[in-house]
């Protein structure tokens, strides 16, 4: 549980002395007969040690000519109880109104943990190597190219590639997964992570201001600015509604003692109606809806970051619950963009003599192909085994290899040396292999889907998406096979940066009254396509300073289902807001109605003030803890 600030420990001390001094002197006015002033001065003394911080706010915004809030409805009105001699229900109020008020500020403590976890991802310092000496200085004050060593227990200060030793780090700080990833010479990192075990040095890439977590901390700290519809209402809602109370409470006050007494000879009763505008002043308060709304999508945000998605401002939550249609890039969204060997076709030898000499033969190459050889191989290349290496751009590689020729390479390659092959099954590039002019077979290398890309697909369905679709530049057979794979409603091969732009036109053509178009890329290339629609998502953002910056919300891990997780918590949000509105209108306009009828005391109306109040509050508390899981 987080530490309670010092202002909340004083707000606590106030409420907790104000209560027992209160709880004494009703016992003692109950027992001993004293005047009316002296309850004025024992009740008012009392008053003030809750109260006093209620008036001095609203005396400060009435000076600034912010008059209507919710200080000066509760100065108003308790004021305006002493005045009629309701001394201990003044009490009463102020006291209710603090714990209220109390409790709303513990509850914006705790939505905003999850993001504050955040902002304190960055060390101040680091340990730098300068002059072969070992140095601890203020991160801003390092340059790139310096190198700078981390131990276990330390997090990563500046992004930077590994150059000596490995480790593992706990990402969980950035993307919300608490897998270690382990890290060795010719990795990249990212600072705020935290190397758990093993010292590394980094060679540093970015200075401090530049990092990934500085990037990232700054687009936390402005998600907040950018208010929804809904709260962008409560706000001009509160802004009228306000002074229009105040104004209904002065007219129950005055004009139906007038009509008593003038119209219908009664006597003029002021008393019993101006206790009747205190109660419909109390109820009128706004807090519900003023604190529980911002705080539901405050709750949101920080549930999302907490779980590594980076949403830059609460009003793409609520274009996010509203998507009808999402579009998907294929390459680097819902396949790995990465080469593996996904199938062996050996030919009178075993498919592990098979990928040792295609992989000893490419071991000299930077090819992506050959790398993914060597990934398959999970051995270091002998290179006592291998000579005369021959690689021909685009079609394949030559090598002597345990003294007899191999041919690693396309089709193509292995016709021009007269080299016969059987013909290849399945979709992907292929790699075939030829040892002393002998066909040996093929390995088929091609793009691998995701592994949770599937239950990414379930969650967006279960969040009633109607369309799901791929674009993609790969050939209609790929784009078709990971399509079957996902039963994605349609897909779009072959497409250029131009057909994207086109289709994503026709999508927003298609769309009901109040939906939306979402676009989920790699954040690299897909600008554009992002342009055209309500909301861009960007996969794989860790790291990646285009990602950032062109999306609206940013997966920093790699992982689909963190759309899914999105798309619900935007949902869940959206409804927890709407219930806190339609919860406290139903709720005031009934006690409204009955503290003006005279059938509501100002117990009832603390009650539809602060209770209401809390109740929304807890309600909108929810949006922190928003799972996957499908309730």
């Known amino acids: 549980m987080q530490k309670l600030p010092i202002s909340q420990k004083k707000m606590i001390a106030q409420i907790l002395i104000a209560a027992v001094l209160f709880a004494a002197a009703e016992i003692f006015v109950s027992f001993v007969s004293i005047p009316w002033y002296g309850q004025l001065a024992l009740f008012a003394v009392i008053y003030l040690i809750p109260g006093w911080n209620v008036l001095k706010k609203s005396a ?20 305006a109880a002493f005045a009629i001699g309701e001394y201990p229900e003044a009490v009463e109020v102020i006291l209710f109104y603090q714990i209220g008020t109390l409790f709303e500020k513990i509850a914006v403590g705790c939505s905003r943990q999850a993001v504050s976890d955040l902002l304190d991802l960055c060390p101040d310092e680091a340990t730098v190597q300068r002059n072969g000496k070992e140095m601890v200085i203020p991160c ?113 006050a005055i004009l139906p003692p007038f009509v008593q007494g003038f119209l219908l000879s009664e006597g003029y009763h002021f008393t019993q109606w101006i206790y009747r505008a205190l109660t419909f002043l ?40 509203k998507a ?21 076709k050996p030919i009178d030898i075993s498919a592990t003599v098979l990928l040792e000499q295609a992989a000893l033969a490419e071991s000299a190459s930077n090819h992506p192909i050959a790398k993914s050889l060597l990934e398959a191989y999970k051995k270091k290349p002998d290179s006592t085994r291998i000579c005369d290496i021959h690689e021909v751009a685009g079609k394949g590689v030559s090598a002597i290899v345990d003294g007899k020729k191999v041919l690693a390479g396309n089709a193509d390659f292995l016709h021009e040396a007269e080299i016969s092959m059987h013909s290849e ?32 697909m379930r969650m967006l369905r279960q969040s009633d998406v109607d369309c799901l679709a ?17 039963a994605l409603d349609e897909v779009h091969a072959k497409c250029m940066p131009g057909d994207k732009v086109r289709i994503m036109q026709e999508y927003r053509q298609k769309l009901s009254k109040n939906r939306t178009l979402v676009f989920v890329g790699d954040g690299m290339n897909d600008a554009p396509v992002l342009a055209q629609s309500d909301v861009g998502v960007a996969m794989g953002g860790l790291g990646s300073d285009a990602a950032i910056a062109a999306a609206d919300l940013v997966i920093l891990d790699d992982k689909p289902s963190k759309i899914g997780l999105a798309m619900r918590i935007a949902k869940k949000t959206v409804a927890i807001a709407k219930e806190n509105i339609i919860f406290a209108f139903v709720i005031k306009a009934a006690i409204l109605l009955l503290g003006a009828l005279g059938f509501a005391k100002i117990g009832l109306a603390v009650f539809a003030d602060v209770g209401v109040a809390v109740i929304a509050i807890l309600n909108a508390m929810r949006t922190m803890w928003i799972t996957n899981k499908k309730e």
């Open 60 to 79: 400060i915004h009435i000076a600034h000519g912010q008059i209507f809030d919710e200080n000066f409805l509760m100065a108003v009105a308790t004021i």
């Open 140 to 252: 801003d004050e390092i340059e790139i190219g310096e190198r700078i060593i981390v131990k276990p227990g330390e997090k990563i200060p500046l992004d930077g590639i590994v150059v000596k030793g490995n480790s593992t780090l706990d990402t969980a700080a950035l993307t919300g997964e608490y897998i270690p990833v382990a890290i060795e010479t010719g990795s990249e990192v990212c600072n705020g992570c935290m190397n758990l075990n093993g010292v590394v040095e980094l060679i540093v890439t970015k200075i401090a201001s530049e990092s990934t977590a500085a990037k990232i901390m700054e687009l936390v700290e402005e998600s907040t600015s950018a208010k929804t519809k809904t709260e962008r209402f409560i706000t001009r809602f509160a802004k009228y509604y306000t002074p229009c109370v105040v104004i209904a409470a002065i007219i129950l």
């Open 282 to 321: 109390i109820i009128s308060c706004p807090c519900a809806l003023v604190i529980s709304v911002p705080l539901s999508f405050f709750g949101g945000i920080g549930c999302a970051s907490k779980n590594g998605i980076l949403v830059k401002g609460s009003n793409y939550l609520e274009v996010l619950a």
């Open 324 to 344: 009808q249609t999402v579009v998907m890039d294929k390459t680097g969204t819902l396949t790995e963009g990465k080469f593996h060997v996904t199938e062996t």
């Open 425 to 456: 099954q399945g979709n992907g590039t292929f790699v075939h292999v030829a040892i002393d002019k002998n066909y040996v077979g093929y390995l088929q290398i091609s793009d691998r889907i995701k592994e949770d890309a599937p239950d990414a």
């Open 470 to 486: 791929m674009l993609t530049g790969d050939n209609e057979s790929v784009a078709k096979e990971v399509s079957d794979f996902l």
